[in-house]
């Protein structure tokens, strides 16, 4: 049983099993976010290009498939005592990923992982190591059939929200999506240069408009990053923008705006853009994006917390893509599986709650307010939207409509909302979850 994207590692590969392990370490037992390790690893990031995809994929699998990489130990160990240490956990993952889930050939995933776990210190260990990586050559598969991978990963907190607010049958479906890999999303700065853009990169157009590329490779080393033609944004994250209409020569407000996909696709499209975000290291992020992309002339940066924050002078446009759980984006970012809970849901929609009402403030009579999140629980949108709406009488919906997203097959709910799934678009690859209100002040 394999994972879509294979990716076998040059040489003997030691060393990216080895960051791999150390990322793991970071994120599973020191809960550090999987991005933040991946951006500041040094050795993950000095690897070369085959064997950090290696790593990459070897982390975010396990990180996928972790309920199940559980099930499997605790068949293949007989003792009832826990694994001791804990980080002896970590090292079976690692290889019973490679095993199961990657195209690694059964000898070198034993063997490495074997000697990984002496150069680790484990050397005691290793004969407990060897045994069950063998029965999992043996058995493992036969093992896996056995499972039910939605139940086995997704934490029951989680599933049992979807199944609240989509059924059984749609939470099932975003669960098997979230266990698939992302594919990569970009969006072109000159939009008459989409099709040229597909074809130099070896991309499809998605009914949405993003183009989504299949093939692999460092993104910095495609054709055209260097200069600035285009950057690297899910479909559905592209989406609130479009709803805006025409921008140029508007005045827009990109509240929380870091690290500037947003940013980019309304300076692309003419507006004047005030890109705020309370983390001065994130805006300088985004600063480098906008230079890249040539943008620059069209961005005011800000650095402020949203729910202070306000401009001189009332604004055309608030865009509020909001912090949320990112429930959505757990095919890019299987680590939220396991770095957030309920309670975190219930913490951001307060957060929600206060920037909400807030860019309220910030804007002109008639001017519009778009509110999205990358998550899939409706108290972070439905809801949210829903209180906000209770509370402020001068505010109102402007329905989104079928032809604004190309009659493509995402979800627009009674309100005239959109509330994208993971498996929207299942025929292209999916996408993340999304939810996007437009709103008029009156």
């Not at 990322?23 to 000095?46: C, G, R, T």
């Not at 074997?114 to 069950?132: D, P, S, W």
Request: hydrophobic share 40%; proline share 5%.
């Amino acid at each position: 049983m394999t994972d879509p994207q294979m990716i076998t590692p040059a040489g003997e590969g030691l060393e990216s099993r080895r960051i791999a392990y150390e990322i793991l370490e970071s994120v599973l037992i020191q809960k550090q976010p999987l991005d933040h390790m991946l951006e500041s690893h040094k050795a993950f990031n000095s690897l070369n290009t085959q064997d950090r995809g290696f790593a990459r994929m070897l982390i975010s699998t396990t990180l996928r498939r972790k309920g199940q990489l559980d099930d499997l130990i605790m068949r293949a160990i007989t003792q009832d005592k826990p694994l001791h240490p804990e980080h002896l956990r970590l090292l079976l993952y690692i290889g019973i990923v490679q095993i199961l889930f990657m195209d690694v050939s059964d000898h070198a995933a034993v063997n490495v992982t074997v000697e990984l776990a002496k150069m680790l210190g484990f050397e005691r260990q290793k004969g407990l190591i060897n045994a069950v990586l063998r029965r999992m050559t043996s058995e493992g598969a036969e093992w896996i059939k056995r499972q039910d991978p939605v139940q086995a990963n997704i934490p029951p907190w989680l599933l049992s929200l979807w199944i609240d607010s989509y059924g059984l049958s749609g939470a099932a479906q975003i669960a098997e999506s979230c266990l698939s890999e992302a594919s990569l999303d970009i969006s072109v700065k000159d939009p008459k240069m989409k099709l040229n853009w597909a074809q130099a990169l070896e991309a499809t157009i998605l009914p949405t408009g993003s183009l989504r590329r299949s093939g692999g490779g460092n993104v910095v080393h495609l054709q055209g990053f260097d200069e600035g033609a285009w950057w690297i944004q899910d479909a559905s994250a592209a989406l609130p923008v479009t709803l805006m209409g025409d921008v140029q020569g508007k005045t827009v407000i990109d509240l929380c705006a870091a690290p500037g996909g947003k940013t980019a696709q309304l300076a692309a499209a003419g507006a004047t853009v005030l890109a705020v975000d309370r983390a001065a290291k994130r805006l300088n992020i985004l600063k480098e994006n906008m230079a890249r992309l040539g943008l620059s002339s069209h961005v005011q940066t800000h650095v402020g917390d949203g729910g202070e924050w306000l401009p001189k002078e009332p604004v055309d446009i608030v865009l509020l893509d909001a912090p949320c759980s990112a429930t959505g984006t757990i095919r890019r970012h299987p680590d939220v599986m396991h770095l957030k809970s309920k309670r975190d849901v219930e913490q951001l929609c307060k957060v929600q709650a206060r920037l909400l009402d807030n860019a309220a403030k910030m804007l002109k009579s008639g001017g519009m307010l778009i509110y999205c999140t990358c998550s899939l629980q409706t108290e972070e949108g439905e809801d949210q939207v829903g209180r906000f709406l209770h509370d402020h009488a001068d505010f109102k919906r402007l329905p989104i409509t079928a032809p604004e997203i190309n009659d493509s097959p995402l979800l627009i709910n009674e309100e005239g909302e959109l509330r994208i799934l993971p498996h929207h678009l299942a025929a292209h690859g999916g996408m993340d979850g999304f939810f996007i209100s437009r709103l008029i002040k009156s």
